[in-house]
T-cell receptor
C-alpha cells in the first residue's frame, strides 16, 4: 500500500515570495490533515479536511495561508507571502475517516526554509 | 481544551537499559491517546494507541504504554533500548474534531 506522498521534499524561498506544497493521501482515505512542525516543537494542526470539506481551520493563518482539496483526494497548501517564521516542516497526514481511534498516516514532510 | 505535556525535552539512556518517557494530558474525559516516533528525515510513525479497556497497551518495536487515569498519564516504556531507538517521540491526544494534538516531544539519545 502506497503511503502519503508529499512534494517537494525541500524548498528554499525568500521572504515575501509564495510557495505551494502538494499532498496525495493514501487511496480511500477521506480525512486529510496539514500540520506545521517548527524545529524543536511538536506538529501543530493547520487544517483538516473531510473529503473536500473543511472540518477545522481554526489555527490556519488565513491572511497568508490557504489550502484546498477540490476533488476530495489530493491537496495543496499555499503560503503567500512567506515570512521568516514560516520556516518549518509541513506534514501531511491522512486517515480512513473521522473518528478518534482512526490512525493518521504521515508523509515525510516538506522542509521549508524562508530566508 | 485538551493538551499534552511531555516534561522531558531530552533523555539519554545506555543501550540495553530500560526506558520510560513521560506524558501527561489534560482532558475532562478519557481521551484517545497515541505515541508516535519520528526518526531524522522521516515522517511520524505510530507506536501504539489507547482508547479504552486494558490500561497496558502493547505497540510495535517492543514498546508499551500504561494509561493511568488517576495521574492523567500515558507513559511509554521499553525494557531494553536499542541504538536504533534514538529518535524523537511524541505523545498525542485526539482533539474534538478528531485531529491529533501533539506534545512538544522528547528527544532520545542512546549511548553505547
Amino acid at each position: 500500500e502506497a503511503g502519503v506522498a508529499q512534494s517537494p521534499r525541500y524548498k528554499i524561498i525568500e521572504k515575501r515570495q509564495s510557495v505551494a506544497f502538494w499532498c496525495n493521501p493514501i487511496s480511500g482515505h477521506a480525512t486529510l490533515y496539514w500540520y506545521q512542525q517548527i524545529l524543536g516543537q511538536g506538529p501543530k494542526l493547520l487544517i483538516q479536511f473531510q473529503n473536500n470539506g473543511v472540518v477545522d481551520d481554526s489555527q490556519l493563518p488565513k491572511d497568508r495561508f490557504s489550502a484546498e482539496r477540490l476533488k476530495g483526494v489530493d491537496s495543496t497548501l499555499k503560503i503567500q507571502p512567506a515570512k521568516l517564521e514560516d520556516s518549518a516542516v509541513y506534514l501531511c497526514a491522512s486517515s480512513l475517516n473521522l473518528g478518534g481511534g482512526r490512525e493518521a498516516f504521515f508523509g515525510q514532510g516538506t522542509r521549508l526554509t524562508v530566508v | 481544551a485538551q493538551s499534552v505535556t511531555q516534561p522531558d525535552i531530552h533523555i539519554t539512556v545506555s543501550e540495553g537499559a530500560s526506558l520510560e518517557l513521560r506524558c501527561n494530558y489534560s482532558y475532562g474525559a478519557t481521551p484517545y491517546l497515541f505515541w508516535y516516533v519520528q526518526s531524522p528525515g522521516q515522517g511520524l510513525q505510530l507506536l501504539l494507541k489507547y482508547f479504552s479497556g486494558d490500561t497496558l497497551v502493547q505497540g510495535i518495536k517492543g514498546f508499551e504504554a500504561e494509561f493511568k487515569r488517576s495521574q492523567s498519564s500515558f507513559n511509554l516504556r521499553k525494557p531494553s533500548v536499542h541504538w536504533s531507538d534514538a529518535a524523537e517521540y511524541f505523545c498525542a491526544v485526539v482533539l474534538s474534531g478528531y485531529a491529533l494534538n501533539f506534545g512538544k516531544g522528547t528527544s532520545l539519545l542512546v549511548t553505547p
